[in-house]
Every structure is written in C-alpha cells, then in structure tokens.
C-alpha cells in the first residue's frame, strides 16, 4: 500500500491581539529582494554590450570602502567571490507601495539578506550560498560606527554585525566565519526590485500547490504563474506559507531567482543595448559596491554570464546544527553545523561545485506527488483493441507504479479519459491528472489508494511528470535547472 498523499490539514493557530504582534514578523522585509536585486546586477551587469555602455552604467554607482584596514585575512582561492548584503533601506518607498506591499515599520539599519556568490575561475558557474541571518556569529573587536566606542570580540547574530560596524565589520565577520576571502562587495535595498521584475517582463514561477501569505498578501493557485513586480516581492518575502518559515521562504527565493537568470539569459536582454540599459540602470541604482568592482569587473562578469543556462548556477544554504540556538542576551540564533559547514566553504575555497552532477534527462512537468508512490490501475473505456495496454506503459514509463494488467472498462465509449480517486488522496490524483492532459478527475469515496484510469477515446499521449526534487548531494545543493519552470 502506498503512503497515502492526502492534502494537509489547515494548521491550528492562535490569533495574535494586534496590540501585541511582532512588528518584525509582520513588517519587516527579508532575504527575496535584495537577493534578487543583487545578484542580478551580476547576471545583467555587463552582457558584453560594450566598454562604453557598461561605463556609463557604472558611475551611478554608490562607492564605498568595505576592506579599508583589513588585516589578517584569508589566503585568495580561485575564482571570484561576491559578498552580496541586502539592508532594510525603504527610503523611496511610497507611502501607498508601503501599504499594499505591507513594507512599513523602521529600519533597523541591519542586513537582511547576506550571501556568498562565488564565479568560478573557469566562467562557468556561479555558486550562491546563502546565510541566514539570524546566524550565531562572533565578530571581532570594532569600533562602534553609531557611537564611537570600542567593542571586544562578542558573539552576535550575524545580520547585527551591518548595524554595529557597517560594511567593513561584515566582511571581517563573515570571512572569520567561513574562511573565504571576500573580493568584492554589494550592498542592495528593495527599492528597484519590482521596477526590475516589470522591466524584464515579468519572471515564470512553478508551484505545485497553492500559496497563501495573509501577511504579504501572498495568494498563488497551483501551476504557473508570470509574476509582475508587485507579485514577486510577494513571493519572495512570504514566510507564513508552512511551517517551513525563513527556510521554506529561501528555497522559494531560489527557485525565483533560477527563473529570473533563466529570463535573462534567454530573452535577450544581454544582447539588446536597449533593453540591457533600461534593466541594468534601474537596478545599479540602489546600489554600493567597493571601489575595485568596475567597469573591467563587470565586463568579465557579463561575458561569463552571457553563455549561462539553469544548470550553470547552483544554490546551498549553510547547513544548520540548531536551528534556535539560545544565547544569553541575544536570543534565539541560527547555529551552523561545524564540520558540514566548514567542507562547504572549503569546497568555494578550492572552486569544486557544490551541487552533484546529474544525467540528462527529457524535460517534464513537476508535480506534488512522487509517480513512483501512485498506484495506477488502467482500464480501456473504447472498442479500440489495446488502448488500455498503451497507456499503461506510458504511464509506467514516467513513473507511475502501474499494475501492468490493463482491464476493459464498463464503459465502453468513453470519449475524454477518466480519473476516479478516493478524496483521501487527492494530490496523488491531481499529480496524475497532470500526466493525462485533458482527463476528467471525479471523486469516488471509499475507493482506496489505487487510482483508476479509464482511457478514452481522445486520449493522445502521456506526458512526462517528475516530482518536486528534494535538494541533495553534501550540501543540499540544487542547480537552477531544478528549481526553474521547465
């Protein structure tokens, strides 16, 4: 008997009194835009349109200073390293974006996002490791940026470093903690990310289930979707959607920005000096990088991109030994696992990818339910001799645990294919209705795990599902490919 794959209950949650609700779950942005901001600007940042184009861009970039007296730092590995920083900036936000969006509430002058982009020496794959915020970090002796006042070795958590030092303390803290020395700086706000989306044309998401997000308005049906701009700073901030929380919203904001490289690298915007412009202006516009990322930096950058596909990129997180982790005066913290996290950045160190390497395989349509765990009884409903046979075998084919001994039918001059299912397992029934375009899904209580299919006359073909992949390899990394809409 297969598990069954029945659809979740609806979590029991208590109301929260709005007095009392936390102002930094329901307003403060986090990880999505300044992500996707950032590390677009290295995807689209130079295109190989030209010395004079990308120069131009460049000097609408805010310059800052983040390795100014930096001593004892790790060796250089090979290849590039980018610390992108998101902060929670919302100066030229609009009061009425600020309601619809749900961005209000103060900054807390602290980053939001921090990750680690490494392009690799050959140009052929760029890696992005992402590190939660909330990490538990030791950052070294500082000089307060607000107050002046000289602060000794402390623990932390790793998005507060940004506030007590700025630029430069981030870097010094996140190279002691991962032993990867930082070539370049980014620093982005949210402030250009929706302009980005709609300059690009939007971007393609894939959800195999609903979305729903009371907080950020977040409400996406199963299937795809061409998000605009408002609705990806939807999706990409949305963390109420399971129980999954900030780790749930990061592999969200993966599979968004795999979809955004795959837009851009595939439509033509790295070849239109038009279009390139128009995109590249509006996002360099909320942003600082240090004085050695120019015109040569993104050129090279550009050029390595333009021959980029969803496989070229690949995304990890640092893995977690605790997820809450109590440190006295500080509160709950994410504390790393120390031997995985440590191969991790030994592996950027020595320019080895992150993610396994995987066979080709035909391309298909991602459904919620593994085909291997739906059992599929088949049944010819026409007078055509062995119908029932050949769906059978292409059902099999993708799949789907079939019983390999297709039955006649009581109905005999079926004209669209029927799906009969127990309701129990409705989402194994919806990930084989996938597979059967066109068929009719009719619900038989009491019926059991196997699902019955009945072919019928207009039945064409089967097409080929896979289900929603779970990261894996050594460091749970996924290439875009799996993550992007196929």
Not at 186 to 196: C, G, I, P, Q, R
Not at 211 to 234: F, I, P
Request: charged fraction near 25%; charge should be positive; glycine fraction near 10%.
């Amino acid at each position: 008997m297969p598990t069954p794959h029945r659809s979740p209950r609806p979590p029991q949650s208590r109301a929260v009194p709005p007095q009392r609700r936390s102002r930094k779950q329901d307003e403060r942005p986090r990880w999505g835009m300044r992500m996707v901001t950032g590390l677009s600007v290295l995807v689209l940042g130079a295109g190989g349109i030209g010395h004079a184009v990308v120069t131009n861009l460049e000097t609408g970039i805010d310059r800052i200073d983040p390795f100014k007296d930096m001593k004892n730092r790790p060796r250089a590995g090979n290849g590039m390293n980018l610390l992108l920083v998101g902060t929670d900036g919302r100066d030229r936000i609009t009061p009425g974006e600020k309601q619809k969006y749900r961005l209000g509430g103060a900054p807390c002058n602290c980053t939001d996002t921090v990750m680690l982009v490494h392009l690799s020496a050959d140009k052929e794959r760029a890696s992005i490791v992402s590190l939660p915020r909330d990490s538990y970090a030791e950052v070294p002796e500082h000089t307060d940026r607000n107050t002046g006042k000289q602060h000794s070795a402390h623990p932390l958590k790793l998005n507060a470093a940004y506030a007590e030092g700025g630029p430069n303390l981030t870097v010094r803290t996140v190279e002691h903690m991962t032993g990867v020395k930082v070539d370049h700086y980014l620093e982005v706000d949210f402030t250009s990310f929706m302009k980005t989306v709609d300059t690009l044309g939007g971007v393609k998401i894939c959800t195999t289930r609903r979305m729903k997000d009371s907080y950020t308005g977040l409400d996406l049906a199963a299937g795809t979707h061409e998000l605009d701009g408002g609705q990806a700073l939807q999706y990409v901030r949305s963390r109420h959607i399971d129980g999954a929380a900030d780790l749930g919203r990061m592999q969200r904001q993966q599979k968004f920005l795999a979809s955004l490289i795959k837009q851009a690298t595939s439509s033509g915007v790295l070849l239109n000096p038009v279009k390139f412009r128009d995109v590249a202006s509006t996002m360099l516009s909320s942003v600082r990088a240090d004085k050695g990322f120019g015109t040569e930096q993104m050129l090279e950058l550009g050029q390595a991109m333009r021959g980029f596909s969803p496989t070229s990129s690949e995304f990890a997180s640092v893995p977690v030994g605790n997820a809450s982790y109590p440190v006295k005066g500080i509160g709950s913290t994410v504390k790393w696992d120390a031997a995985k996290s440590k191969k991790l950045f030994q592996a950027l160190r020595e320019d080895k990818p992150l993610a396994p390497a995987r066979p080709k395989r035909p391309k298909a349509a991602k459904v919620d339910v593994d085909p291997r765990q739906i059992r599929v009884q088949v049944y010819n409903g026409t007078p055509k001799d062995g119908l029932g046979k050949t769906v059978d075998d292409a059902l099999r084919a993708t799949g789907f645990d079939t019983t390999r001994a297709p039955l006649n039918g009581e109905l005999h001059g079926l004209k669209h294919t029927l799906i009969t299912y127990d309701p129990r397992w409705d989402r194994s029934a919806k990930s084989l209705a996938v597979a059967l375009p066109g068929a009719e899904l009719r619900a038989v209580p009491g019926q059991g795990a196997t699902m019955r299919v009945t072919a019928g006359a207009e039945f064409e073909t089967v097409q080929r599902v896979r289900a929603e992949e779970a990261s894996n390899g050594e460091f749970d990394a996924v290439t875009g490919d799996q993550v992007a809409c196929p």
